[in-house]
């Protein structure tokens, strides 16, 4: 658990940063005054606490090595350089990271001492701020660190960036020229393939969709996956190296891929998601025609397990609910079908056994969901499992579903709050190793206590910042944000702790897609392709006269 508290000043101060940068180049008689900024030299010119900091050569972001620190015990892997500057100068300082936590900043400079952060970053992400030194400042330190208990962080081309101290640093490149070519080179259903020609100076490059950030990269391609089918996209691509980010590209502009088949329609791009219980546990007792049109997705609950390792079955409860039959079920889910929706089996639930750990069983388990979609109907798959996930083949076990189903397949996920803390969890991974057949993942905020946000700060469930913050994980640790879903309880019965009121839940739909609406926490950036939310469940909405699908719906269904 964080002991230390990044607050937002940070954020703004690195904002503030690279809108200087974006501005224009920096002088010419600015330099690097890192020394060994690349760790090309090994740890030359660096001291790490505890003996936490080594050189690797895979990954870098650039050259042929670079920092690996991994926290451990008391120790948050501390990579310390004492770097020479000049008094009353300012200065931009500037990291690549992956990994881990990881945390950049300067102490000793005379003025206000600075940092910044990120969570788990599967890709190397760019942290910079700003510094200005005192009247009598000759050195800073600057440091990288990690956080306790967190995964092993990697660092590369750290810059210190300004008038030369006089230590000897590495000269310093200028912000690359935008780049040019920017074109489209094949569409999906769900993603867009773009290239472009490389930009003398760059390090990488960063992807935007309508003006937010979704890729990252080294290269001069890249795939923007888990976007809606016959939908009209903008992209823009920017060059990235130790002293910034480009202006933009000229737009350019693609219209994804009909879907292929399926069970009728498409999903609107902001869904809701509602689970449909095959029991009866209290809650009103529904037909799947009984479900409100506001869901988008409905989720049967549940498949079980069978003898067979990995297999699942679904037995339709008649007697539980009124003497339902398999031929109105069936026929309830054409229906559904037919007005655009999606019905999907969900596996898993509080009480569900299934275990994928092997490739016989994600074979079975492949085989047992498409069979059960033959024979029901179904769209597609929910994840809901709390044993734990095998991040290697449960994604093995979808991808082999999703070459029988094709693109038409529905694939969700609802983990856990404590499973979505962090990108090196088993649940995340496995969304991770998915992305790009991944329909939504909706994470159940409740039933869980405190939890840490994406800024290191803890909050308690049942508020706005507990939704918010903790979505922003999702957001900026490699998912899409048409991938993430805010789920919620239908009501207090649903759920045994972390309620909130449709009005808190559509309060941390706008303060993520529009800024407004926000508590404490409020996101750096926003995120309009927002998936939308997710109940438990449409029985325990309609017990409380369907307040919550009336209320979320429509705000779902009207968001940007």
């Known amino acids: 658990m964080p002991r230390r508290r990044r607050t937002l000043a940070g954020a703004a101060v690195a904002a503030l940063a690279l809108s200087f940068l974006a501005a224009g180049q920096a002088a010419a008689a600015d330099v690097n005054n890192a020394k060994n900024p690349g760790f090309e030299s090994g740890l030359s010119n660096w001291t790490c606490s505890a003996g936490s900091g080594t050189t690797v050569s895979s990954p870098v972001h650039g050259g042929a ?3 690996k620190a991994t926290p451990a015990g008391q120790d948050n892997a501390q990579c310390t350089q004492t770097v020479a500057v000049r008094p009353n100068s300012t200065y931009t ?7 881990g936590y990881a945390y950049l900043g300067a102490t000793g400079t005379g003025t206000t001492d600075v940092s910044t952060w990120t969570p788990d970053s599967t890709t190397w992400k760019q942290l910079t701020t700003t510094f200005t030194t005192g009247a009598a400042t000759t050195s800073v330190t600057v440091y990288l660190h990690g956080w306790y208990g967190q995964a092993a962080y990697y660092a590369d081309d750290v810059s210190v960036y300004g008038p030369d101290g006089g230590g000897g640093g590495d000269p310093g490149p200028i912000v690359p020229a935008a780049p040019a070519g920017v074109s489209v080179s094949s569409t999906t259903s769900s993603s867009v393939s773009l290239s472009w020609n490389a930009v003398s100076g760059a390090t990488g490059y960063n992807v935007y969709r309508s003006g937010t950030n979704v890729a990252t990269t080294t290269g001069t391609s890249a795939t923007v996956t888990g976007l809606s089918p016959s939908t009209s996209y903008s992209f823009q691509v920017t060059a990235t190296n130790a002293a910034g980010e480009s202006a933009k590209s000229a737009a350019v502009t693609a219209t994804t891929a009909a879907t292929g088949g ?13 689970y449909w219980q095959n029991f009866n546990n209290g809650a009103k007792v529904q037909k799947i025609a009984d479900v409100p049109s506001q869901y988008d997705i409905i989720a049967v609950a549940f498949a079980d397990a069978t003898s067979t390792p990995g297999a699942v079955s679904f037995t339709l409860d008649s007697s539980g609910l009124g003497g339902y039959t398999a031929d109105q079920f069936k026929a309830d889910i054409k229906a559904k079908q037919a007005a655009g929706k999606k019905v ?18 994600a074979t079975n388990f492949a085989n047992s969901v498409y069979s059960l979609m033959q024979t029901y109907g179904f769209d597609g798959v929910d994840i809901d499992l709390k044993n734990g996930l095998n991040a290697t083949y449960m994604p093995q076990a979808l ?6 189903a094709g693109s038409s397949l529905v694939i969700t996920m609802a983990p856990q709050t404590i499973d979505m803390q962090s990108t090196s969890n088993a649940y995340f991974q ?17 039933n869980s206590g405190s939890m840490l946000g994406c800024d290191g700060k803890v909050y308690s469930q049942g508020s706005v ?15 899409s944000p048409s991938q993430v879903g805010l789920g919620v309880p239908a009501s207090t019965s649903a759920a045994g702790s972390g309620y909130v009121a449709p009005s808190v839940v559509n309060n941390a739909l706008d303060c993520l897609t529009k800024a407004t609406g926000c508590g404490s926490f409020k996101p750096s950036k926003t995120y309009p392709d927002l998936r939308g939310a997710m109940t438990w469940s449409t029985n325990w909405d309609a017990t409380s006269g369907n307040a919550w699908s009336n209320a979320v719906g429509p705000h779902v269904h009207a968001l940007p």
Not at 399 to 404: D, F, G, I, W
Request: charged share 10%; glycine share 14%.
């Open 344 to 361: 999907i089996v969900s596996v898993g639930g509080q009480n569900g056994t299934v275990s994928v750990s092997d490739a016989a069983s």
């Open 399 to 404: 991808r082999q579903l999703s070459s029988k």
């Open 93 to 99: 300082l500037s990291a690549w990271v992956q990994g």
């Open 430 to 446: 496995t969304a991770l190793n998915i992305k790009d057949i991944l329909t939504v993942v909706n994470t159940q905020y409740y």
């Open 262 to 274: 399926g069970g009728g329609g498409v999903l609107p791009r902001h869904a809701v998601t509602g």
């Open 65 to 67: 090595a670079a920092l």
């Open 465 to 479: 910042d507990f939704l918010t913050a903790l979505a922003c994980i999702q957001l900026e640790g490699g998912l």
